[in-house]
């Protein structure tokens, strides 16, 4: 597998790697490698490892490294892009997790900078100039969401990029269409831009090149081929994002905005809501999981209103 090093060959749909969790807390890894396979089978732009559904701030480092090894085989087997996530809270944890999967030679490794206490510009250069140091010559992608402890500003993430050449792509939450002019003009001729799942049509129009998906987590492939209708047919793959908005504002917000629901949880809710395995959206302790029924509940709304995210894998 080449690294992806170029910052425009990294886009389109990439699917999350879900961590599944046993009734005891650990890690179900025969059901892990299923999903692997079942994803790699929806034929996805990529998958990446260890973001939030992945509970990289909450595993071991066994159990990282056991992770990382079973999806980087399947997807080189299968000649499939993968990107491994090397985040955690510590920055020394997360060099020497990058140190670990250099060999491997994923597309490219995603990172957040550190968390406990928010870093300065310099700092977060300073962090970052290291990490690509031990790199082996990897793509960096940085993991700035709405709910890091900084959110960095577009001009802030162009000098990053001046001063770090391997950062090659940024996942960001995205913004207004003033917003979208500002970054056409400021990062997205440098970095790929990815914004989140459920506005990916919006954002490829104004200038993003994709979306590490909370969508996929509902249905990879129907994922997937929503992305490709943005290239083709843009307006009818924005009539199916106004839908989405509908199913997410009314049924998916609510459980974050009133219930106090992760964004974690509510991946693992989609996942289960989709019905594409047999999945259940528990979360590691002390992080509150969603009861199964509520998937349950939710599906037929789903299939109302998005039913092309129902699709059946061998279609």
């Not at 290291?130 to 969401?145: A, F, K, Q, V």
């Not at 106004?242 to 009133?258: D, H, W």
């Not at 789903?302 to 059946?312: G, L, N, S, T």
Request: hydrophobic share 40%.
């Amino acid at each position: 597998m080449n690294s992806l090093k170029k910052f425009n060959e990294i886009k389109g749909n990439w699917a999350t790697l879900i961590l599944p969790i046993n009734i005891d807390g650990s890690i179900d890894y025969g059901l892990l490698g299923t999903e692997i396979d079942v994803i790699i089978s929806m034929g996805v732009d990529g998958i990446y490892s260890h973001g939030s559904a992945g509970e990289f701030y909450n595993i071991t480092e066994d159990e990282f490294d056991r992770c990382t090894d079973l999806l980087a085989n399947k997807c080189q087997s299968a000649n499939m892009n993968f990107q491994i996530g090397v985040s955690h809270m510590s920055p020394i944890i997360s060099l020497e997790r990058l140190q670990r999967i250099r060999y491997y030679k994923p597309s490219a490794v995603q990172v957040i900078l550190p968390d406990w206490f928010v870093p300065t510009l310099d700092e977060s250069i300073n962090f970052l100039k290291r990490m690509e140091e031990i790199s082996d010559n990897l793509g960096m992608i940085l993991y700035n969401p709405p709910h890091a402890k900084k959110v960095w500003s577009l001009e802030d993430l162009a000098f990053m990029k001046k001063m770090i050449p391997s950062l090659i792509g940024v996942k960001v939450a995205g913004g207004n269409l003033e917003w979208y002019t500002k970054m056409t003009q400021l990062i997205a001729k440098d970095l790929s831009v990815f914004i989140p799942g459920h506005h990916l049509a919006t954002g490829i129009k104004n200038g993003a090149h994709g979306a590490y998906s909370n969508m996929a987590c509902l249905n990879p492939k129907a994922a997937q081929k929503w992305y490709n209708l943005t290239q083709t047919d843009m307006e009818s793959a924005l009539a199916l994002e106004q839908r989405i908005q509908v199913f997410m504002s009314t049924y998916i917000a609510p459980l974050i905005e009133k219930d106090n629901y992760s964004n974690m949880a509510m991946d693992k809710l989609l996942v289960q809501i989709g019905n594409w395995i047999d999945f259940k959206p528990k979360l590691r302790w002390p992080y509150k999981s969603v009861d199964s029924k509520l998937a349950e509940e939710l599906r037929p709304h789903a299939k109302k209103i998005i039913p092309e995210f129902f699709v059946k894998i061998n279609k």
